[in-house]
């Protein structure tokens, strides 16, 4: 199977821009979407196939990917962005298979 | 909007069977998606437990593939899992989620399950 690699924490001062990036021979086939969670809540989708947002997330927050890297932008970060954040892709197996990044928990200072 | 509910005993005893279900509301679960299980041990990461196509096709993370069963109830609008043989290494959230192959994007709230005696 393959495996998905994220820094495990990140931090950003209020207002400036963060990049939280994801790494992966999977990305190089398949495109990454990820997820905010905070604490004691479920993961919401905030970006899915490589730059796309699902109705309500704020267009601070954006996607990118080349090679096997993909990455989340949030361009002026907020307090209520500091959270977990993670990156899902397709297993590039063959088997359908899904596969998460370890997480980022982002600071916003 | 999709609406995804977890339902399932809290506490499960080491080698026995977790079992839990996911009510989905708000959309036929018949409408050609995906279906999936997420699990988070506390205070770690998300893990792919497996998915299930509406014609009951299954496809399962290969770590836990050997204790793992998924099944649809499509006149209940339901999906369920299963996983055998529990220790305490299987306590965490377990979550499920519609899953669109590249993304999963409706959620469940979660439930803990804890498995000990």
């Known amino acids: 199977s393959s495996e998905l690699t994220q820094d495990p924490a990140v931090s950003v001062a209020l207002g400036q821009t963060v990049r939280i990036t994801c790494q992966g021979d999977?990305?190089?086939?398949?495109?990454a979407s990820w997820y905010q969670q905070k604490p004691g809540q479920a993961p919401v989708l905030v970006i899915y196939n490589k730059d796309n947002r699902p109705s309500g997330i704020p267009d601070r927050f954006s996607g990118s990917s080349s090679g096997n890297t993909a990455s989340l932008t949030i361009t002026g970060a907020q307090a209520e962005d500091e959270a977990d954040y993670y990156c899902?892709?397709?297993?590039?197996?063959?088997?359908?298979?899904?596969?998460f990044g370890g997480g980022t928990r982002l600071t916003v200072l | 909007q999709v609406q995804l509910q977890e339902s399932g005993p809290g506490l499960v005893r080491p080698s026995e069977t977790l079992s839990l279900t996911c009510t989905v509301s708000?959309?036929?679960?018949?409408?050609?998606?995906?279906w999936g299980w997420i699990r988070q041990p506390p205070g770690k990461g998300l893990e792919y437990i497996g998915s299930?196509?509406?014609?009951?096709?299954?496809y399962y993370n290969p770590s836990l593939k050997s204790r793992v069963t998924m099944s649809i109830d499509t006149s209940k609008n339901q999906f369920s899992l299963n996983l055998s043989s529990v220790t305490a290494t299987d306590t965490a959230v377990y979550y499920c989620a519609r899953d669109q192959v590249y993304y999963f994007d409706n959620w469940g709230q979660g439930t803990l399950v804890t498995v000990s005696s």
């Open positions: 999977t990305l190089r086939t398949y495109y």
């Open positions: 899902n892709s397709r297993d590039s197996s063959g088997h359908h298979l899904r596969v």
């Open positions: 299930i196509y509406q014609s009951g096709s299954t």
């Open positions: 708000g959309s036929s679960i018949n409408t050609g998606y995906y």
